[in-house]
Antibody, heavy 120, light 106 residues
């Protein structure tokens, strides 16, 4: 059964770098035409797409976050990761990883989400 | 940048149809998807490619996309359908979500 699971620190200090990993199970992350995305949701607010990586390693990022975001893929571990630098309190949110179907561009599987709080 | 606009809230009585709209420039030229999110849970895919339902999604959920407006319709609303609903599309190599609509079943 396909599953995505986020992991990483729940608390990050301002100005530091937020790092999260998403582990994919049930199939190989490197097979098929899929994109691997990060999406976040501040408490009580809507969904914000952060960026994605394709199995080839090519990436696309939300223009509003592009200067601070890096998404990478480790096919040997069936994982992909998010790094968000210079965080502030505005980056406090539930962070989701999700799989996006390549041609039709919808998200068919989501992780359960992990809360990251930016605070000193 | 591309934007998708949804009404913040929609109210409906049990058993009645509910309609949630999603507006974006020439949205009909893109594929619209819809997600349901209940409190404390991850979003769940309801509709993809404008009007297709994944397996396991009840038939009372349907979608359409014409002109600048995508529409999610629940034919007979159940209490369990009370949730937040998000539309999503793709533009110029970027994913875009609507702001979300809170559906209240009165």
């Amino acid at each position: 059964q396909v599953r995505l699971q986020e992991s990483g620190p729940g608390l990050v200090k301002p100005s530091q770098t937020l790092s999260l990993t998403c582990t994919f199970s049930g199939a190989s992350i490197g097979s098929g035409s899929f994109y691997w995305s990060w999406i976040r949701q501040p408490a009580g607010e809507g969904l914000e797409w952060i960026g994605r990586i394709y199995t080839s390693g090519s990436t696309n990022y939300n223009p509003s976050l592009k200067s601070r975001v890096t998404i990478s893929l480790d096919t040997s571990k069936n994982q992909f990761s998010l790094r968000l630098s210079s965080v502030t309190a505005a980056d406090t949110a539930v962070y989701y990883c999700a799989r996006q179907v390549g041609a039709l561009l919808y998200f068919d599987y989501w992780g359960q989400g992990t809360l990251v709080t930016v605070s000193s | 940048s591309y934007e998708l606009t949804q009404p913040p809230s929609v109210s409906v009585s049990p058993g009645q149809p509910a309609t949630i709209t999603c507006s974006g420039d020439k949205l009909e030229n893109k594929y619209a998807s819809w997600y349901q999110q209940k409190p404390g849970q991850s979003p769940v895919l309801l509709i993809y490619q404008d009007n297709r339902r994944p397996s396991g999604i009840p038939e009372r959920f349907s979608g359409s996309n014409s002109g600048n407006t995508g529409t999610l319709t629940i034919s007979e609303t159940h209490d369990m359908d009370e949730a937040d609903y998000y539309c999503q599309a793709w533009d110029s190599s970027h994913v875009v979500f609507g702001g979300g609509t809170k559906l209240t079943v009165l």
